[in-house]
């Protein structure tokens, strides 16, 4: 969460005369400030110094059907998938439109853009006609794609001669291991997400080509980072249709399913994410891949950078060490503006990052940014004058549970000497012992002085703000919501998994019925829903788009006010455990039912919470993506939480490590 003593790069451009924009991806805001009540202070506008916000907030969102904002305003898409939108389209025509409009209006003013699109991070979503450009490109499976990278790079001069290609980990299976039926579902998912980079490169260019029409191209700086921390290791070893079953740990797509439904990748039918071999491909030549903080592969990003008035060395390398902390200080000293002390009266930290401009005339000035830690989940690392110190805590797509529960002092820290080893293939640490104590001490005081400390090894426990620990909007057992309140995330509202609760809501129902819902939480690929089918009281749970659970009454609802609702009574003794419904209006049951097994941590990382429609993707097939607003009158909903029904001794994955390493 960042503080008022480190003020915003937009903010400080802002107040020195830029007009400042956003448009894409917003993970900045802490999940208890994103409900539309805010605080707005980490939010692009008005919080973190953009003067226009377009895009979603949260680590990913569909791009088929966007959860969208305009400002602080939820806005919907113009048109559905099948009448053409695409997000990634979207963004670029308002980026394209603000740079027109404010050239127009204030040409004389300068701009500040953070354009930052989904891809490609998961769902990978692209017309199909884009993966269909790499079709059978990608038949030869990830080993040889990672040799066949490798020469690329070095013919390129983008990595060392002598670089070598790092050993595949043994958890990851080579390509000749894979089941033979299975290969073409692997390979088309890297269809996708290759066609889904070039869908986004393809339309960086069309903004490329509108700040050039302007006559501002020459005298933009542009910095073009690729990647995601490293290629995301987030969908199994198989791939998945749906990602949040990794992340709610529960592997419900068998081979079958995959083949079944190989047609569905990059569709708005799928919240795709593609296997942890073609993860591992996509950080070629490092180890390891996103999460894995220790390892380049989970790290190190290529990183264009254009500015055709100043840097006169088109298309030449540089190899200094730098960070993305380094960016805001490069674009201070290329803009002339110093790094403030005060920002609305608040004292700043000197910036933590160090400047590039320096490297742009002379690609062999020594490097200036010496030192820099690294750490995830507790998978740590240290850079230092070329050599780096490294240790893999834990496996990015394995369970704290899965693992054993490791302890961070029976880590094993390996030694890399970069001037020699560019890709981190050889460990010295048997060879250079001292070296390595050194920079496992620098790392400690590197992690003390930047707030590390403490160390946590929690992944999915954390999206549960009862077991993370941190605040939470919503306090106490019961919330009541009103019609109209759509768009709120899963932290703005009660939080119903692994316990009993009630949702009840009042309803006036005109004569010749009622349609729609009454609030739905999640989407097609996960999530639950009370609402009226043909007026017929109607519960569904979907669990993660594979198994819907609906129950239903046995009539439609006459005209008249009632008070619905749907009793879920869970069965305990762990997490994402089934239980039963019970369906009643005014007090008298109306159906029963069951289901089978619940979501343990997370409904959806971008559908949200709607109340009198829904918006995104539907929970149940009984209605679709719109028109699905409650017809009747619905004055209000509530919900209604009872105890915590999950036995934590029951449930090993609760356990967790917080501590401080001794090394």
Same mark, same amino acid.
């Given at each position: ?234 969908? &199994? ?51 390891? &891949? ?366 967790? &490590? ?6």
């Amino acid at each position: 969460m960042r503080p008022n003593t480190c003020a915003p790069l937009a903010e400080i451009l802002r107040l020195n005369g830029y007009s400042t924009s956003q448009f894409g991806k917003c993970h900045e805001v802490p999940v208890w400030e994103s409900s539309p009540m805010g605080p707005f202070d980490h939010w692009p506008t008005p919080g973190n110094g953009m003067e226009h916000f377009f895009g979603f907030i949260g680590g990913e969102t569909n791009q088929w059907y966007p959860a969208l904002y305009e400002g602080t305003r939820p806005v919907e898409p113009d048109r559905t998938p099948e009448e053409g939108y695409h997000f990634m389209a979207d963004m670029t025509d308002k980026a394209i439109d603000w740079a027109r409009s404010q050239k127009s209006l204030m040409p004389d003013k300068p701009f500040f853009m953070y354009f930052a699109p989904g891809a490609t991070h998961a769902p990978h979503h692209v017309p199909t006609e884009w993966a269909d450009r790499y079709k059978g490109a990608f038949d030869q499976g990830w080993d040889a794609v990672r040799a066949e990278t490798l020469a690329r790079q070095k013919a390129s001069g983008t990595v060392p001669e002598n670089t070598d290609l790092t050993a595949r980990s043994e958890l990851i299976p080579a390509w000749e291991e894979t089941d033979p039926q299975m290969r073409p579902v692997l390979a088309r998912e890297m269809e996708v997400y290759a066609g889904f980079l070039s869908y986004a490169d393809h339309h960086v260019g069309r903004l490329v080509d509108a700040i050039e029409e302007l006559g501002e191209l020459d005298n933009t700086l542009i910095y073009y980072i690729i990647g995601d921390n490293g290629a995301s290791a987030e969908g &199994t070893m198989q791939g998945s249709l749906n990602e949040s079953m990794l992340l709610n740990q529960i592997p419900l797509e068998t081979p079958e399913y995959m083949r079944e439904h190989i047609a569905d990748l990059g569709t708005p039918r799928a919240y795709n994410h593609y296997a942890i071999g073609w993860a591992h491909a996509m950080c070629a030549p490092f180890q390891w &891949t996103k999460q894995a903080a220790s390892h380049w592969g989970g790290t190190r990003n290529a990183t264009l950078v254009h500015w055709p008035a100043r840097i006169t060395d088109a298309g030449g390398l540089r190899s200094q060490f730098t960070h993305v902390i380094d960016v805001a200080a490069t674009v201070l000293e290329a803009a002339g503006l110093p790094e403030p002390v005060q920002v609305h009266g608040v004292t700043q930290e000197p910036m933590h990052g160090t400047s590039m401009v320096y490297t742009f005339d002379d690609a062999g000035a020594p490097e200036r940014h010496e030192t820099q830690y690294f750490e995830l989940v507790c998978n740590r690392g240290i850079y230092h004058k070329g050599w780096s110190a490294v240790t893999m805590h834990k496996v990015p797509w394995l369970s704290a549970a899965e693992m054993g529960h490791p302890v961070l002092d029976d880590d094993t820290w390996e030694l890399y000497d970069g001037s020699t080893d560019f890709s981190q293939a050889h460990n010295l640490a048997a060879e250079h012992p001292e070296k390595l104590r050194e920079l496992q001490r620098l790392f400690l005081i590197q992690a003390a002085r930047f707030n590390v400390l403490p160390l946590d090894d929690r992944s999915a426990e954390r999206f549960n703000a009862e077991r993370a620990g941190r605040p939470e909007l919503v306090q106490g057992k019961s919330q009541q919501l009103y019609p109209g309140m759509v768009r709120l995330s899963e932290n703005s509202v009660l939080n119903l998994k692994n316990k009993s609760h009630t949702v009840t809501a009042k309803i006036t129902v005109p004569e010749g019925g009622a349609r729609g819902v009454l609030i739905a939480q999640g989407g097609a690929f996960g999530g639950w829903s009370l609402y009226l089918h043909e007026g017929v009281l109607t519960y569904c749970y979907n669990l993660l788009g594979v198994q819907r659970f609906t129950v239903r009454a046995g009539s439609p609802l006459p005209a008249g006010t009632y008070e619905v609702a749907a009793a879920f009574t869970y069965d305990g003794g762990g997490m994402g455990k089934g239980g039963e419904v019970l369906l009643s209006a005014d007090g008298e049951p109306v159906a029963r039912g069951r289901v089978e097994q619940t979501q343990p941590f997370i409904f959806s990382l971008d559908e949200t919470v709607d109340v009198g429609s829904e918006t995104g993707t539907p929970v149940s097939d009984d209605y679709g993506a719109r028109g699905n607003a409650f017809t009747g009158t619905l004055h209000w909903v509530r919900l209604d939480a009872g105890g915590d029904d999950h036995d934590h001794e029951a449930d090993p994955a609760h356990r967790m &490590t917080i501590a401080m390493s001794r090394q």
